[in-house]
């Protein structure tokens, strides 16, 4: 097991392991990663294929790194790295001990911009995949849900700006997560996930 970061505290989930971290960035660090990130990244809204439809993804999405990655029928080539993304890896691979070659950003403009249930268990990203993401602006529920036990009640964590999310072992075999709708006014997110893509 790799050495964590002091400040990662672990999630109560059965068949989990989940480690966060609220205030894992400085506000004024996470400050300026928020406004480079929103002007250096390459956003796009990909169209995703949905009961024979093709609809606008919910939100914005950015694929760097090293390798291509396929989701939700969406083929992502890399683009190459930002240094402000490099000097984020650095950071988050000290903290967890694991290293990651890609990473995915999505853009949440309102709190109308969304991410449903999902599980991230591509065949590429391996058999226990390591999830690291790290959010910067507004605070967004982030929830789990079990995938097997419908007795298991659901949970929601608040994700702070500046935070540290940690997902590994059997996490993405047993749960799912989602990034909900909120009527509440809310301001821009950004969330990167950093990833290890194998093969």
Known sequence: ???????????????????????????????????????????????????????????????????SYTYSG??????????????IKEQVEAATGHKYNSVLLNHYQTGQNSMG???DDEPELGPEPNIASVSFGAERRFGFRHRHDKAQKNLYLLIKHGSLLLMQGPTQHNWQHAIPKTA?????????????IVG
């Not at 990663?33 to 914005?60: A, D, H, S, T």
């Open 117 to 119: 249930w999902h599980s």
């Open 1 to 67: 097991m790799p050495h964590l970061d002091k400040n990662l505290t672990k999630i109560p989930l059965p068949d989990a392991n989940v480690w966060y971290a609220a205030s894992f960035f400085t506000t004024e660090t996470s400050d300026l990663y928020f406004k480079q990130l929103m002007e250096q990244v390459n956003w796009k809204q990909e169209k995703i294929k949905m009961f024979g439809k093709e609809i606008l993804l919910p939100r914005l999405t950015a694929w760097y790194g090293d390798k």
């Open 74 to 87: 969406l083929n992502n080539k890399p683009q190459p790295w930002l240094p402000v993304l490099l000097q």
């Open 184 to 196: 509440q006014q809310t301001g821009s997110r950004i969330n990167l996930t950093f990833r290890t």
